[in-house]
């Protein structure tokens, strides 16, 4: 392990934690959103809502935020230099991510 791999896992790690706070940011606009939304919004937000939480049953996919926090795992439990893997799957989730978030934007009209 070298200077230049604890940079690097540390740059990661930092970068995974931001996205993952701001998809736990959206998830509370949504949240809030929802209680007031009926028709089109509604159903826009309900979208959202698919893409961004978990469904709270036995043996359910994964979505957006339980996946970043299983990313946010991987590169912190172990210190090495982040893998080719790991750098793919954050710019996979970070792209998905601000798609949902500019969605939400999008039915919020901000």
Do not use: H, W
Not at 36 to 64: C, F, H, N, W
Not at 92 to 103: H, I, P, S, T, Y
Request: glycine letters at 6%.
């Amino acid at each position: 392990m070298t200077a230049a791999d604890l940079v690097a896992q540390a740059k990661l790690g930092l970068q995974v934690r931001d996205i993952l706070s701001s998809a736990r940011r959206a998830a509370d606009r949504l949240k809030e959103a929802e209680a007031d939304a009926s028709g089109p919004a509604a159903e826009a937000l309900a979208e959202i809502r698919k893409q961004l939480l978990t469904v709270p049953i036995r043996y359910s996919q994964p979505m957006l935020i339980d996946q970043i926090e299983y990313l946010n795992g991987n590169v912190s439990r172990a210190d090495q230099a982040p893998g080719a893997d790991a750098l793919a799957r954050f710019e996979e989730l970070d792209g998905a991510l601000k798609e949902q978030v500019r969605k939400l934007d999008e039915v919020l009209g901000e």
